[in-house]
């Protein structure tokens, strides 16, 4: 039990460009989402939090106008980086909490790379 | 504020036992976790403890808590090639959110 799945695993986009990326809890529903971003041998910095029918709370220094973050089912929350720059290259990462315990499932990860 | 740490890398030999240590500041943490990351992919959540408890045993896992000093382990009995990966710790802080620790690297040679 308690999987959740990112979709695509890995893009590759032309500067400008808007990307859209999916993640899905399987087998549970889930309360709350969050979205990380990890860079190249570091931590995992946690982008937003993403709650099911409400709009998602940004952590300090995250641009939400750039990292548009929809949650729109109790299975299902989106995040579209638009008009991505190279620099927003990175490996995304999704959580998501069952509505009856603390625990973070992680998807598997998508990988970014703006050209 | 969180902060958690961890070593940024351990070697051990195939058949030995790991050890991977952490330390944290939310003293207010309810639970705190350990997961794995394998190239290139998400995040395995390998077990956790609540922090009323000062051991969790699961299979070849045994976590220590150490409230008081804020310390918690991993331990990790016969490490096997499969268990190279990279580690990290967590702790639970406010809307259920986790704090990490910058991931500890280990190498199991044969």
């Known amino acids: 039990g308690a999987v959740v799945s990112q979709h695509p695993s890995r893009v590759i986009c032309k500067s400008g460009t808007s990307v859209k990326i999916e993640c899905r809890s399987l087998?549970?529903?889930?309360?709350?989402m969050f979205w990380y971003r990890q860079f190249p041998k570091q931590s995992l910095m946690l982008m937003a939090t993403?709650?099911?029918?409400?709009?998602?709370?940004?952590e300090q220094g995250v641009e939400k106008d750039k990292f548009l973050i929809n949650h729109a089912s109790l299975t299902l929350s989106t995040l579209t980086v638009t008009s991505a720059h190279p620099e927003d290259s990175s490996f995304y990462i999704c959580?998501?909490?069952?509505?009856?315990?603390?625990?973070?499932?992680f998807g598997p990860g998508t990988r970014l790379t703006v050209l | 504020g969180e902060d958690v740490e961890q070593s940024l890398f351990l070697s051990v030999r195939e058949g030995d036992s790991s050890v991977i240590n952490c330390t944290y500041t939310?003293?207010?943490?309810?639970?705190l976790y350990w997961y794995k990351q394998e190239p290139g992919a998400g995040l395995q959540l390998l077990t956790y403890?609540?922090?009323?408890?000062d051991m969790k045993q699961d299979q070849r896992l045994t976590v220590l808590l150490n409230k008081k000093d804020k310390h918690l382990s991993l331990r990790i009995a016969d490490t096997q090639t499969g268990d190279s990966a990279i580690y990290f710790c967590?702790?639970?802080?406010?809307?259920?959110?986790?704090?990490f620790g910058a991931g500890t690297t280990v190498t199991v040679r044969a």
């Open positions: 087998d549970f529903q889930a309360t709350t």
């Open positions: 967590a702790e639970s802080i406010s809307d259920y959110k986790l704090s």
């Open positions: 993403s709650n099911e029918g409400s709009k998602a709370t940004y």
């Open positions: 939310d003293s207010s943490s309810t639970y």
């Open positions: 403890i609540f922090s009323n408890m």
């Open positions: 959580s998501a909490r069952a509505d009856v315990s603390d625990t973070q499932y």
